[in-house]
T-cell receptor, first 115, second 114 residues
Framework: DAGVIQSPRHEVTEMGQEVTLRCKPI?????LFWYRQTMMRGLELLIY????????DSGMPEDRFSAKMPNASFSTLKIQPSEPRDSAVYFCASSPQYSGNQPQHFGDGTRLSIL | AQSVTQLGSHVSVSEGALVLLRCNYS??????LFWYVQYPNQGLQLLLK??????LVKGINGFEAEFKKSETSFHLTKPSAHMSDAAEYFC????????????FGTGTKLQVIP
């Protein structure tokens, strides 16, 4: 079975540009998560969707960040305008159900560098 | 409220030696506990999980962890380290009721010395 697919794997762009990260969850999974990983802060949950509906976006750092899930097989995380401090690895993860005992399946991440 | 503390951001062991990675949790309700492994340039992969069945949980690649409620611990062990075990390991907790938010620890990087 295909795992969680993220694109692009690497993104380098200049400060002020719009960045869009994409995620395709595992087919049949109802929950989708966006995380950010940095050396300083570790792994941070940005936003969580269940059945395409945002449930908790308290981790979104500021209004420059937005996320959408227009259907069960696709989600985007957008940063506009981007800043150097947004440089990080961004992970998407999905899980089968809205339940605490379900493990999350992670994509391989997008390594974002803002110059 | 829930939290996870991983003791030691870096652990070094010799190949063939015991691996012990420590995790203590805090949770106001019965927890679910997980260990994930992250190899370079990859996402996290599930090693094992505790969901209130057996307290000794066996996972992939020869790892196991024991849930000890009295010590609020969920330490990860492997009897004999292999070079391929070198990676970063994350302990995580979620709650058995309600919202599924998972709290991850800060990670422990395991180095295996030949």
């Amino acid at each position: 079975d295909a795992g969680v697919i993220q694109s692009p794997r690497h993104e380098v762009t200049e400060m002020g540009q719009e960045v869009t990260l994409r995620c395709k969850p595992i087919s049949g999974h109802n929950s989708l998560f966006w995380y950010r990983q940095t050396m300083m802060r570790g792994l941070e949950l940005l936003i969580y969707f269940n059945n395409n509906v945002p449930i908790d976006d308290s981790g979104m750092p500021e209004d420059r960040f937005s996320a959408k899930m227009p259907n069960a097989s696709f989600s985007t995380l957008k940063i506009q305008p981007s800043e150097p401090r947004d440089s990080a690895v961004y992970f998407c993860a999905s899980s089968p159900q809205y339940s605490g005992n379900q493990p999350q399946h992670f994509g391989d991440g997008t390594r974002l560098s803002i110059l | 409220a829930q939290s996870v503390t991983q003791l030691g951001s870096h652990v070094s062991v010799s190949e063939g030696a015991l691996v012990l990675l420590r995790c203590n949790y805090s949770s106001s309700v019965p927890p679910y506990l997980f260990w994930y492994v992250q190899y370079p340039n990859q996402g996290l992969q599930l090693l094992l999980k505790y969901t209130s069945a057996a307290t000794l949980v066996k996972g992939i690649n020869g790892f196991e962890a024991e849930f000890k409620k009295s010590e609020t611990s969920f330490h990860l062990t492997k009897p004999s380290a292999h070079m391929s075990d070198a990676a970063e390991y994350f302990c995580a907790v979620s709650q058995a009721r309600g919202y599924q938010k998972v709290t991850f620890g800060t990670g422990t990087k395991l180095q295996v010395i030949p």
